[in-house]
Nanobody
Framework: VQLQASGGGLGQTGGSLRLSCGIS????????MGWFRQAPGKEREFVAA????????YYEDPVKGRFTISRDNAKSTGYLQMNSLKPEDTAVYYC?????????????????WGQGTQVTVSS
């Protein structure tokens, strides 16, 4: 599985950015797609996940109500709409796919990762 993340860049506090993650060379049908982020000097942390088939969504508390995860099955693409951006959202964002039915909040629940896309939010 190849994942290609895009859409990062520079945003302003209170602004919006939309990340995309395209899936190619699929060798399995993922159970879920997740988004994680990693700020300098910090561990990679869970942001959001979506069940690829049913569409159920899961969010970490700091982004609830501001970020929306979605997917387009036909395009094999996942999205992370980020609104009301804050400087603390600054990080490299990674998309990942999971062949498992659980543990989607953990990095260990995913086997394939995109290359990461930088998001920088200015104050």
């Amino acid at each position: 599985v190849q994942l290609q993340a895009s859409g990062g860049g520079l945003g302003q506090t209170g602004g919006s950015l939309r990340l995309s993650c395209g899936i190619s060379e699929r060798t399995y049908s993922p159970y879920a797609m997740g988004w994680f982020r990693q700020a300098p000097g910090k561990e990679r942390e869970f942001v959001a996940a979506i069940a690829w088939s049913g569409g159920s969504t899961y969010y970490e508390d700091p982004v609830k109500g501001r970020f929306t995860i979605s997917r387009d099955n036909a395009k094999s693409t996942g999205y992370l709409q980020m609104n009301s951006l804050k400087p603390e959202d600054t990080a490299v964002y990674y998309c990942a796919t999971s062949p498992y039915g659980s543990h989607w909040r953990s990095v260990y629940g995913y086997t394939d990762w995109g290359q990461g896309t930088q998001v920088t939010v200015s104050s």
